[in-house]
């Protein structure tokens, strides 16, 4: 579904990494770790089309992401759910109304009416649903991000650091959405510091476990 071959990216005339290679097929999970600054998120950026590699080629559904112009990219993007890190939302706008976003933005908001309800209830958020954004905690908030990120059924969800500023409870409950979204046959690529969740992970589901470290994509094995 999205493929990188030999890509490199470079910021500011200094280069962030080289001759990355990976494949996100369906019903794979993925971690990435590495230090801060080895270009974690840049790297899950090229994923779903925000940047655009200086060298190698990045694959979207088939399509050179090079090549597909802005519109192919927002297309794509219909079938990438992004959890970003710091989970921006509209503060003036109740939660259900910013969960369902993408779906008004795609001309599709009664469908994402109809199928809000299930989905709130999914991760836990239904007596939220009026609330507005500063009223959440930092769990409720990761919680929405991933609804919001699921919401048009996408086939591939990339998450940036989506347990970064919660508790080891929640994020065990943020972890195990990610899992049944998984067993759904969802390709999820979770970039991450936290060793401990990657080994939670680890008895729930196959995982796949990579370090972007010296400008380079590395497998970290098992023992981790």
């Not at 927002?74 to 976003?101: S, T, W, Y």
């Not at 469908?111 to 769990?139: I, K, M």
């Not at 929640?170 to 049944?180: F, P």
């Amino acid at each position: 579904m999205i493929e990188l071959r030999n890509v490199a990216y470079s910021y500011g005339g200094a280069e962030l990494f080289n001759s990355v290679s990976l494949a996100l097929q369906p019903g794979s999970f993925h971690f990435l770790t590495g230090p801060s600054g080895a270009g974690k998120t840049t790297l899950l950026k090229l994923c779903y089309g925000e940047l655009i590699a200086t060298e190698g080629a990045v694959s979207i559904f088939g399509e050179d992401a090079s090549r597909i112009g802005r519109d192919g990219v927002a297309e794509a993007r219909r079938k990438i759910g992004v959890v970003h890190q710091d989970c921006q939302f509209l503060d003036h706008l109740p939660l259900g109304e910013n969960i369902m976003l993408p779906m008004t933005v795609a001309g599709r908001k009664a469908e994402g009416a109809d199928y809000l309800p299930d989905l709130l209830a999914w991760v836990g958020l239904t007596a939220q649903v009026g609330q507005l954004p500063p009223q959440l905690s930092g769990g409720e908030r990761q919680r929405a991000a991933l609804a919001r990120a699921v919401i048009s059924s996408p086939d591939v969800i990339l998450a940036d650091e989506p347990t970064g500023n919660i508790d080891w409870e929640m994020s065990q409950r943020l972890l195990m959405l990610l899992v049944e979204l998984n067993r759904m046959g969802k390709a999820v690529l979770v970039a991450t510091h936290d060793l401990n969740l990657i080994r939670a992970a680890k008895a729930h589901v196959p995982v796949r476990i990579l370090r972007l470290r010296d400008r380079r994509l590395q497998s970290a094995g098992a023992d981790l």
